[in-house]
């Protein structure tokens, strides 16, 4: 009798990002309920929803920057452990929607530091420039100069990174992201305070990122550039993932213009919660009535 062994799984069978069940409570809040995430590989995912929707702190969950009240987070098929190094270790780097730079140093010796999760020398020892740091120091600042080139910002090396203007602080942000060589890149509004030129030019680089084998995860409220940009979508409201799918898709569900709007609609997240506390302030009202 022959057996057929099943074949060897390639790159591409394994997600690149498997987030499940992913709930994070704060006290009585719950900012992300039970959420279900995939990212393939070479994907570009986008991110939506409403301010206080859930997608910062959602990014938090899967960065090991907050331990999930509930639920796993993997990468490439292995459940990390919530801890931001290790995170960055295993492959996914990120950029926060407050921008996170060492403002009094230059715009390479940022991306350096990004490096130093691929190096054998420390952060203390890239920051303090040590002898391990000085011999590591050539092959990281030829990766970190290729990545201020990709970046556009290779003529701003020497600047100190709080001169930037905004918006190449935000790529500055991504080039440092990058230097840990990523399987993942996770964006938290890229474009926030860009103006329009920048914001298609960062559309361009996401593609360019993705075309060097990086899958992107990325946050925005620019919807053109989400639509535009985007292989999947997907729409958090109130914690829950209210809905998924393409582009095309999601800019049709009339749930999600409703919810962006604020305006009621059935089997809205958040709308069963919404009405328990209805009924019980009108029971209360109902008995504070009875008693009078
Ligand atoms: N550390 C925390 N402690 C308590 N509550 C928090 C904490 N972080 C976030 N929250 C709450 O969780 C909810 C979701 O916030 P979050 O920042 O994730 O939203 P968001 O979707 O990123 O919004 P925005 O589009 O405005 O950035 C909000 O009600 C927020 O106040
Ligand atoms: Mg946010």
Redesign the pocket.
Known sequence: MTTTAAPAPTPTDTPTLTATGVT?R??G?T??RNVDLTVHHNEIVGLI????????????CLTGL?VPTEGTVAFQGTTLPPKPHLVTKAGIARTF?NIRLFANMTVLENVLVGRHTRTKEGLFSALLRGPGFRRAEQASEQRAMELLAFTGLAAKRDHLARNLPYGEQRKLEIARALASDPGLLLL??PTAGMNPQETRATETLVRAIRSQGTAVLV?E?DMRFIFNLCDRVAV?VQ?EKLTEGTSETVQADERVIAAYLGTPFEGAPGEEEAAEVAAAEARTAEEAEDNR
């Open positions: 994070m704060f006290g809040l900012a992300v929803g409403p301010n206080g929707a859930g997608k910062t702190t959602f990014f938090n907050y929607q938290d509004e946050i409220h958090l914690g």
